[in-house]
């Protein structure tokens, strides 16, 4: 089975009611404050707990959306930050919901002709997948995880992940477990952010994942990373990544 790719069309993901302003500092993980062209300092939901390399510059534009939840502990949530002209997505809750809608726009060709996806449906060692492919005419069931991508310190090139992520190379094992099964096994990387044209595992921040990245695909495991642009009026998908 091929890695898979994602077609030239047009997909995009509305953003409503984004809110520009300025980083002012992001703390304690979950916390960024932020100064909105009124001069107003408000306290934003940061939903990425992720060092976030090369984002958190003071004083670097930032988008905001004002939350709909009356339970929610924040006003606001953080969406995107820009790093020199490029506006990077930040919001983990993201890509689940993207790639989701794009498998089933059928943009993801290797991923297409299950009539049954699945979210986050148990499986391995008290895990949970992010996407569970089901009932295809001609292959077996698909276990799809969804990574987050940010990171990218080498013109054109995506990099995951930003820190060590024991998390993330015990995921890529038990995938490799279910390749063993009979199953197939995907990683679908979402980069939010479209000047990038390829993808590699990061070995110097985290060589542990890495070595289980190489481990993953030697065993079968298919790979995709797709780039999606974000902007003021949301993310659209730009391309798919090649991978190193």
């Not at 909105?36 to 984002?55: D, F, Q, R, W, Y």
């Not at 995880?145 to 992520?165: I, M, Q, W």
């Not at 921040?205 to 289980?212: Q, T």
Request: proline share 5%; net charge neutral.
């Amino acid at each position: 089975m091929s890695s898979g790719h994602i077609q030239t069309t047009p997909f995009e993901h509305r953003v409503d009611g984004l809110i520009k302003g300025r980083l002012v500092s992001r703390y304690k993980r979950f916390f960024a404050d932020i100064r909105l062209e009124s001069g107003e300092i408000v306290t934003a939901h940061c939903p990425n707990p992720g060092k976030m390399l090369g984002l958190l510059v003071e004083d670097t534009p930032a988008l905001i959306t004002e939350s709909k939840n009356p339970k929610a502990k924040l006003k606001y949530r953080l969406e995107a930050l820009k790093e020199g002209d490029q506006w990077v997505g930040v919001n983990t809750g993201w890509p689940n919901m993207l790639i989701k809608e794009a498998i089933i726009a059928g943009l993801v060709s290797s991923l297409s002709g299950y009539p049954v996806i699945r979210p986050e449906v148990r499986y391995g060692h008290n895990s949970r997948i992010d996407l569970k492919l089901e009932d295809h005419p001609s292959f077996a069931d698909a276990y799809v995880e969804v990574k987050n991508v940010h990171l990218s310190r080498t013109s054109g090139l995506a990099e995951f992940p930003d820190c060590v992520t024991e998390r993330g190379a015990k995921h890529l094992y038990e995938l490799i477990d279910m390749v063993a099964a009979g199953y197939r096994a995907v990683v679908v990387f979402c980069v939010q952010r479209d000047d990038v044209d390829r993808f590699d595992a990061c070995a110097d921040l985290d060589p542990k994942f890495a070595a289980a990245y190489r481990t993953a695909r030697a065993a079968g495991v298919e790979i995709i990373a797709l780039s999606f642009g974000f902007d003021e009026n949301g993310l659209s998908f730009k391309r798919t990544l090649e991978i190193l």
